[in-house]
């Protein structure tokens, strides 16, 4: 580490990376050498190398810790020591900052709660939607405490559609355990196939 250091002189180019790597979803560990308190970031490598010097492209402190997912690999092995390091430092009055992500995605799981994390950034973490995925609407279970710190329950309806196309006023700050749900297409099914042998003049695999 040098000052000014950022990210893309650490990792220069996408010929330093293994195959398969997540461009999209890099999760940086970083340490306050002062407090040992952890926090936790993440950036689009891909915007990155596009525009050195640009949002994505963050400068490096000392002790960060840069992680790239392969995106065939479960991700939880890796954070999941993150979160367990962010819960012991929670408080009665400062809940672990730990959201998660659930239905047609490619990642689903828990994945640490960043600052000023909105729905499009989950959305990133969890490997972005996969082809059965339901692109109207998606549904936040959030878990708020009431002045008596009892937890209750709340359904927020988020408009996916929005978030996808880029709409601010779509794309939901998260809060501590929030939980985002991707649903499925309605009446969504996989490819089958029906085979056809014996005494008939086409043999073969169909489609259903």
């Known amino acids: ?13 996408i010929r330093d990376l293994q ?8 999760l940086i560990r970083r340490e306050d050498p002062a407090t040992q308190r952890i926090s936790v970031l993440s950036v689009n490598l891909a915007e990155a190398f596009a525009q050195p010097g640009g949002p994505d492209d963050v400068l490096l402190q000392p002790l960060d810790r840069v992680i790239v997912f392969n995106q065939a690999r479960e ?5 999941d020591p993150i979160l367990d390091e962010l ?6 009055n400062e809940p672990a900052p730990q959201v998660g992500i659930g239905g047609r995605v490619r990642a689903p799981g828990a994945y640490p709660l960043e600052a000023n ?12 939607l996969d082809e059965a995925a339901y692109t109207v ?4 279970a959030r878990y708020p405490a009431s002045g008596d710190q009892e937890r209750r329950t709340e359904l927020v309806i988020v408009n996916l559609a929005g978030v ?13 355990r929030d939980v985002l749900n991707i649903k499925e297409i309605p009446l969504w099914r996989e490819l089958e196939i029906v085979e ?5 003049r086409f043999p073969g695999r169909y489609p259903i």
């Open 87 to 92: 819960r012991l430092q929670a408080r009665h």
């Open 137 to 140: 609407e998606a549904e936040l």
């Open 75 to 79: 991700r939880s092995t890796v954070i």
């Open 196 to 200: 056809v042998r014996g005494e008939v």
């Open 164 to 176: 996808l196309a880029g709409d601010p006023a779509a794309d939901l700050l998260l809060e501590p």
């Open 19 to 26: 195959p398969k790597a997540d461009l999209y979803y890099v």
């Open 117 to 128: 994390m909105r729905v499009s950034d989950l959305i990133r973490a969890g490997g972005y």
């Open 1 to 13: 580490w040098a000052p000014g250091m950022r990210l893309t002189a650490l990792i220069p180019s």
